[in-house]
């Protein structure tokens, strides 16, 4: 089994790593037009690297696209004026937004289009995959991208028309945002650098990590740990009357349209 790579940046540096860490043993082939990428990923990870596109397509039995959404239909363009593809090939696509509708006018069969969403923890094999298919991908390939995925983390097969939202909120810039505007208005008010960053960090990541191994509902924990009348309870009541859910709101709608734009 042969998995190719279209794209070598930071998605692919992550799931490759991911694999590796899985143990994964199938050959993995990266394409990209920067030799330096190509040549940092075959230092980090010994990969085989093809620089020429139409070599790289020729070998795969799994092609992943791994490219910006503007760079999608030009390469997909590419690849069929090429005539390379002869046989069935598995094709999933990591660009947001870009629907597979779009994908497969792009380049139909033999391919068979799937979509997913990789997070970049997949890193250190804690990621979080949505995916989505095309009607015509048997189950056999199905199956193949939910296990090629669950090596890096949970996979969810979600439906295309929530694959934006998903996209804005699972980010893990959530996180590092949080962290760096929290740790910052701790530092602000009196704390070190090092005492904010510490502090913030186990606020948002140790109490989450918390919920996820208790089993406890969100809003019991929420309640025991800001009571009104106290600290905690102060802090929160004054973060919701400066709006910090209407930001929220505000920063996943922007997200989602971006989303769309990329769709058109």
Not at 23 to 52: C, M, Q, T, W
Not at 117 to 130: D, E, F, N, W, Y
Request: hydrophobic share 45%.
């Amino acid at each position: 089994m042969t998995t190719v790579f279209l794209g070598g940046g930071h998605i692919t540096s992550a799931l490759i790593a991911g694999f590796r860490l899985s143990r994964y043993d199938g050959r993995v082939v990266v394409h990209d037009r920067n030799p330096e990428k190509l040549r940092a990923l075959r230092r980090e990870f010994r990969i085989e690297s093809a620089g020429d596109l139409k070599s790289a397509v020729a070998q795969a039995d799994i092609l992943i696209v791994a490219v910006r959404p503007a760079s999608v239909a030009g390469m997909l363009d590419e690849i069929e004026s090429s005539g390379t593809i002869k046989k069935p090939v598995l094709a999933i696509s990591l660009a947001a937004g870009v629907p597979i509708k779009k994908l497969r006018a792009r380049l139909g069969p033999p391919v068979h289009w799937a979509r997913a969403m990789p997070s970049p923890v997949c890193r250190i094999g804690r990621g979080l995959t949505a995916v989505v298919f095309d009607r015509a991908v048997p189950k056999r390939s199905r199956n193949q991208v939910h296990e090629l995925f669950a090596r890096v983390g949970p996979v969810l097969e979600i439906p295309e028309n929530r694959f934006d939202t998903f996209t804005a909120t699972f980010s893990p810039s959530h996180g590092y945002h949080a962290l760096a505007v929290l740790a910052k208005a701790a530092e602000n008010a009196g704390l070190g650098r090092e005492l904010a960053l510490t502090c913030a960090a186990h606020a948002l990541a140790d109490s989450i990590f918390y919920w996820r191994q208790s089993g406890e509902k969100l809003d019991v924990l929420l309640s025991e740990a800001a009571t009104p009348g106290g600290t905690a309870g102060a802090t929160m009541a004054a973060m919701d009357n400066a709006g910090y859910a209407q930001a929220i709101a505000r920063g996943l709608r922007a997200g989602v349209e971006r989303g769309r734009k990329n769709a058109r």
